[in-house]
């Protein structure tokens, strides 16, 4: 009888203890955040760090350990505690380098990717959805942030692609001669443009043939709506939010998340606090998971992804201030009742499906011509070498024959000669 109540006793004990400690034998969110993020390693659309790095070391990255780097919200052991899989570098340059330089400093950007990728072991380039998925390191992919970055030039962009950029955001802050930026107010080029012009088409339909994708955010709503229209493979927005959420001209309204979705593109959402809040102080891990589940309330789970813009921005939110912190979004959308595939999806395995489609159309491409367009008033620039076939002027209305032409000619010949000597 005793041996009973003692039993008893024990009983009432694990109950009442189980009633304490509720959680005690299941995994915490946290936990399983880790363990989702430790089987589906993120692939981040956009980081500005490489700007970083032209600011603080004007590129002169030898001396410097970007392990751990603390002037910047990344370094190589911040992206490892983030459970960072594969990161796009973005290689902008300002808007006010436009007409004049841009290219050269793009093209130093991209060498400060590649020789900081092969600089260290925890990093590897890559350049196909393929590489990603086979690396076991940080793989590092380079985006291009603004069209001005090619100069109006296919061949530019051609180029840009060969040295392994995967992505060229249409516009940043500033018009194109070929497309229109979301942003009003901030530069005043080509302030006529409207959307894409026949160029700007020509070059979408040119980064479908080269198999590069086609990046929205800080585009016009025009630009977005005839990208949309023209592009045979799914476009992405690296760095952007939802509209609805906060009426900021760099996120996406809901008839675009709708498009988005029927082109099986994907939004990677930005950490960007101003974009994400509208002004508001308080700015909390909240705040940007409201983001994520308005898009995937229109959109579905599978046009979402993950690009943080950080070192792009100063002000991010609480709790998500450098990129070691991504989990805790993670932790967030659990508790939210995302279930594990929906955040493998975000995590990734969306990003990848867009990127192995955007290959699959390039390999139909293949038989299609290389852009030849040209914007042809370009060469009238100052800045511009013009190298077309000068016009015979017209011979002067007197009695002799005109030698202006054949003393052009002689001073042409001369002058190719002393360059060709």
């Known amino acids: 009888m005793e ?18 400690v509720p959680f005690s034998c299941e995994k915490s969110m946290r936990e399983r ?31 410097v350990n970007l392990r751990d780097l603390n002037r910047t919200h990344t370094n190589l052991a911040k992206l490892q505690a983030g459970y960072v899989g594969a990161q796009f570098w973005s290689v902008y340059v300002l808007c ?19 020789r900081m990728c092969n600089s260290y072991e925890e990093l590897e380039l890559v350049m196909t959805s393929q590489g990603i998925s086979d690396s076991r390191r940080i793989a590092c992919l380079i985006g291009i942030e603004g069209g001005h970055s090619i100069d109006s030039s296919m061949a530019a962009l051609r180029m840009f692609y060969d040295l392994g950029v995967r992505y060229m955001t249409l516009t940043h802050t500033c018009n194109t001669p070929w497309s229109e930026s979301s942003s009003k107010g901030i530069h005043n080029f080509y ?7 026949a160029f700007g088409q020509e070059v979408v339909k040119e980064m479908n043939r080269l198999g590069m994708l086609i990046d929205l955010s800080h585009t016009s709503y025009s630009t977005v709506k005839a990208a949309l229209n023209i592009s045979k493979a799914p476009v992405i927005f690296s760095h952007s939010a939802a509209f609805s959420v906060c009426n900021h001209s760099r996120n996406v309204p809901d008839d675009i998340l709708q498009q988005l979705k029927k082109n099986r593109g994907i939004i990677m959402v930005t950490f960007n606090a101003d974009v994400l809040a509208c002004g508001r102080k ?20 599978e046009s979402i992804g993950i690009g943080g813009d950080y070192d792009g ?48 159309v390039r390999n139909t491409f293949e038989v299609m011509g290389v852009g030849e367009s040209e914007i042809l008033q370009e060469a009238k620039h100052s800045c511009r070498l013009d190298l ?30 002393y360059y060709i000597s």
């Open 388 to 417: 077309r076939k000068p016009q015979p002027q017209p011979s002067k209305s007197s009695g002799f024959p005109s030698v202006a032409q054949p003393i052009s000619v002689t001073l042409a010949s001369s002058l190719m000669l």
């Open 96 to 114: 006010s380098a436009q007409n004049k330089d841009a290219v050269r400093l793009t093209l130093e950007q991209i060498d400060v990717v590649k």
């Open 282 to 301: 308080v700015v909390n891990i909240s705040t940007l998971a409201d983001h994520f589940d308005h898009i995937k309330e229109i959109a579905g789970s």
């Open 313 to 360: 921005v100063e002000r991010f939110p609480k709790g998500l201030e450098d990129v070691s912190k991504y989990p805790s979004l993670i932790e967030e959308l659990l508790r939210r009742g995302w279930n594990e595939t929906e955040l493998k999806g975000v995590l990734r395995e969306n990003f990848l499906r867009v990127f192995r489609e955007v290959e699959n």
């Open 3 to 20: 041996k009973k109540r003692n039993m008893a006793k024990l009983l009432w004990l694990l109950m009442l203890f189980s009633d304490i």
């Open 191 to 197: 302030p006529s443009v409207i959307g894409l012009t």
């Open 33 to 63: 955040a880790i363990e989702l993020m430790q089987d589906a390693r993120l692939i981040d659309g956009h980081n500005d760090f490489v700007l970083q790095l032209r600011i603080l070391y004007q590129n002169k990255i030898s001396g």
